[in-house]
């Protein structure tokens, strides 16, 4: 075999740029890449593996002989383009929120519930950054004492956002060290040194979308329909990593001590906990690594059995272009990428 | 009456210098005023309504002819000069944490539990900053509904630390821009665009210091022995204002509309929880200002009667020097001020 026609939608974007890293890191089979982007973007040359590649703007006609297409431009752009790639034969890993929650579509965090792309129509999706973490660390611990309850506040970065959110951060900071007014136009209000409770847009019941993406995206993970969840997101001035702060109720009592034991041993989770030692995950020791860091693990103080924890990870890479990878590769070791059509 | 003869211990600070501010701002009956500091200050010059006062070093002598004295320089520095201002005839009203927990020290937020005062005996505890904000807006809930558990997460700004961490947030931030290495000095690691989940030292069971004072403290001040509480304290690259994700579980269901009801009446506090307009509180809005502002009040989603909320103040105002103020003046008003051997 010599690898996987893949095709990159949102090459130019952050998580696009991600893409490519953990492409190449990880030896991922490419036979060939196409870069595709938006019409804005059409001629810009990026760099992948050690060659040059123009992007292509995205049109019906960029998925044939593609294996597999990977979406990170946004839910309109995978409900357009998404459906026409499956037809072509591709296999489509959707970074956005378009089909996270469609009934025929796996949403699927490896180390939690490879089992379910066994099913995949065509379509696979790569959950909401926020959530994938909180699985993540939350998996170990459910399969041996179904939880029931979770409270979870974040605390997350800019580059969930996307370049232009970077730049504003950026921006707002240097104005802010000269003195200047802050000018805000990605975010509502500014972010410098700021702490804002909006993450996509307010539902009608006060909480916002990312909050219920993060509710409903665990239950199906987890296959837990009954799990109950609320969250909190906050947006802080971070450029990279999301933190988050995890209360759990579980049907049986949890100690620190099993919590550790089952987390030390589980799959993408480090454990980072000696906090007599200064030890415990922050975003930027996470920034630019594969791992989920959990630590201040500790009895609910609140509630018996309970645990409180803080659980930490590169959004835009475990939280996105590490996890869909790592979806193309459990889908290639299950030999569930068509590859019938290959030239 | 002319007014009060106050000290200020720890006149050089940061919360000092607001104590300057609030005590002007709401003209506070001043007759004479002493400001105290280390002797690293003394003879420093400082500028109160208009006049100019020389710093003097702490000692036990500085404490005679004072009314009332307003400790801000750390526990050390209270455990040591609280007592002999005590002795001296003056009522102090201390913000560290030396005294809080002591049987016979009110640990009071005026909007919350004045009575308290009625029984001091010369010592008065001003509540930790995360935890004042968050009794004032808990209070009027509690009153007609009785919280049983709080799930707290803060997002506290690094005035809490004091000037150096402001130093320090400042100067990593233009490290970063400079693309230069952030040095520490103030937190174990950068504060810059990072997020610590450490306040306080680290205590046996996993908890840090920081978080068992909201613990223990909003039990005290809400006189619920029983109440479940669990924080996690954060600190965020924030310099004014403490935010905090708080869960509520009550007596009875309380639903959203009561609540803002609730709390639209009470006194100190701002409801700002309009989200479909963006209106929501936020760290930058609350500094400098004297409410509590509370918002993105929402049913709890993970068990019925319950509420999530976010509740936003100024540390150093409310959460220190303002409520420090509003001490003195209810006992001014209440008569509980010494004044016999004024001169």
Same mark, same amino acid.
């Given at each position: ?33 196409? &870069?595709?982007?938006? $019409? ?29 297409? &990977? ?11 998404? /459906?026409?790639? %499956? ?6 890993? $959707? ?8 009934? $025929? #579509?796996?949403?699927?965090? /490896? ?37 029931? %309850? ?49 993450? $996509? ?50 049907? %049986? ?85 068509? #590859?019938?059509?290959?030239?």
């Amino acid at each position: 075999m010599k690898g996987y026609r893949v095709a990159i939608v949102g090459a130019t974007g952050l998580v696009g740029a991600e893409f490519f890293k953990v492409l190449e890191e990880r030896l991922f089979p490419v036979a060939e890449i196409s &870069l595709l982007a938006s $019409d804005r973007s059409e001629g810009k040359e990026l760099t992948f593996a050690g060659r040059k590649y123009l992007v292509q703007e995205t049109s019906p006609d960029s998925f044939r002989n593609i294996d597999i297409a &990977l979406f990170s431009a946004g839910a309109d752009i995978s409900h357009r383009f998404a /459906p026409i790639a %499956r037809e072509s034969g591709a296999v489509v890993i $959707d970074n956005s929120a378009a089909f996270r929650m469609a009934e $025929d #579509v796996p949403l699927v965090v /490896p180390e939690v519930n490879a089992d379910d792309l066994a099913s995949h129509r065509g379509i696979i999706a790569n959950p909401n950054c926020s959530t994938i973490q909180m699985v993540v660390a939350l998996s170990p611990l459910h399969r041996v004492n179904p939880i029931q %309850r979770v409270i979870v506040t974040t605390f997350q970065s800019v580059s969930g956002t996307g370049t232009a959110a970077i730049e504003e951060l950026t921006a707002q900071t240097k104005q802010w060290l000269n003195k200047d007014e802050l000018t805000t136009h990605v975010y509502r209000h500014p972010i410098a040194f700021n702490v804002l409770p909006e993450i $996509d847009a307010f539902l009608e019941d006060g909480y916002t979308k990312e909050e219920r993406k993060m509710e409903d995206e665990t239950r199906k993970i987890l296959h837990a329909p009954g799990l109950k969840i609320t969250a909190t997101c906050v947006r802080v001035p971070v450029f990279a990593s999301h933190s988050e702060a995890v209360t759990l109720e579980f049907s %049986r009592p949890m100690s620190p001590a099993e919590c550790r034991a089952l987390l030390s041993g589980a799959s993408g989770i480090r454990v980072v906990d000696d906090p007599s030692a200064g030890l415990y995950p922050h975003a930027r020791a996470a920034a630019g690594t594969d791992d989920t860091l959990v630590g201040r693990i500790r009895d609910d103080s609140s509630r018996p059995g309970g645990l409180v924890m803080w659980i930490v990870a590169d959004n835009v890479r475990k939280g996105a272009a590490l996890n869909a990878v790592q979806i193309a590769e459990e889908l290639s070791r299950r030999d569930l990428i068509k #590859v019938g059509d290959r030239k």
